[in-house]
């Protein structure tokens, strides 16, 4: 079955140090991966993808993220948290093959404390 | 520009009512999907359109829930007879194309609460 793994339901982190939000996927074909944000009672907002090309994808915010092909992992980092960032943050795949839905993650709420 | 826009924000209704929640998609955009996200849990998909397409319907979790797409555009989500584990956000995506490598936009939501 496809599936796409956040295994941290939380993170916590100071204020200007870096965060990781940790994503892996089982998909059967090389799959697009994508970065979401959502904030309370809001929709989710795109932040960035991979197609192909360069591992380190840079998106909105200051976020970006990095593809490992041989561990599966599309991990999304910030070198400087802000408090601002504090929401739910989804990871999301579509395999290339496929037409439609994306496979999204459970969610792992990110907090930044001052 | 105007995103993706659904209503209502917030619905409340008994068990056993019939529900309806809408979706504006942004102009343009020939894909249009509904997700359903209960606390706790990521998005679940539940229905898919691209253009004149028959659409797929096969994250619909019973025959209580229906969707349609009029002229390509506007898209209503019925559920009937809703039960208590029908109380979720129901979100709708919009995006230009189906299948590719764009990403989806999504509205707000409709917060639905049976009682």
């Known amino acids: 079955a496809q599936s796409v793994a956040q295994p941290e339901d939380q993170v916590n982190v100071a204020e200007g140090n870096p965060l990781t939000v940790k994503c892996t996927y089982s998909?059967?074909?090389?799959?697009?991966l994508f970065w979401y944000v959502q904030y309370p009672n809001r929709g989710l907002q795109f932040l960035l993808k991979?197609?192909?090309?360069?591992?380190l994808v840079k998106g909105s915010y200051g976020f970006e993220a990095e593809f490992n092909k041989s561990q599966t992992s599309f991990h999304l980092k910030k070198p400087s948290a802000l408090v601002s960032d504090s929401a739910l943050y989804f990871c999301?795949?579509?395999?290339?093959?496929?037409?439609?839905?994306?496979?999204f993650g459970k969610g792992t709420k990110l907090s930044v404390k001052p | 520009g105007a995103g993706v826009s659904q209503s209502p924000s917030n619905k409340v209704t008994e068990k056993g009512k019939d529900v309806e929640l809408r979706c504006d998609p942004i102009?343009?955009?020939?894909?249009l999907y509904w997700y359903r996200q209960s606390l706790g849990q990521g998005l679940e998909f539940l229905i898919y359109f691209q253009g004149n397409s028959a659409p797929d319907k096969s994250g619909l979790p019973s025959d209580r829930f229906s969707a349609e797409r009029t002229g390509g555009s506007v898209s209503t989500l019925t559920i009937q007879r809703t039960q208590q584990e029908d109380s979720a956000v129901y979100l709708c995506?919009?995006?230009?194309?189906?299948?590719?490598?764009?990403?989806?936009?999504f509205g707000d939501g409709t917060r639905l609460s049976i009682l």
């Open positions: 102009s343009g955009h020939t894909a």
């Open positions: 995506a919009s995006s230009p194309v189906g299948g590719s490598n764009q990403p989806q936009h």
């Open positions: 991979y197609i192909t090309g360069d591992n």
């Open positions: 998909v059967s074909e090389n799959p697009y």
């Open positions: 999301a795949v579509r395999p290339r093959g496929s037409q439609g839905n994306l496979i």
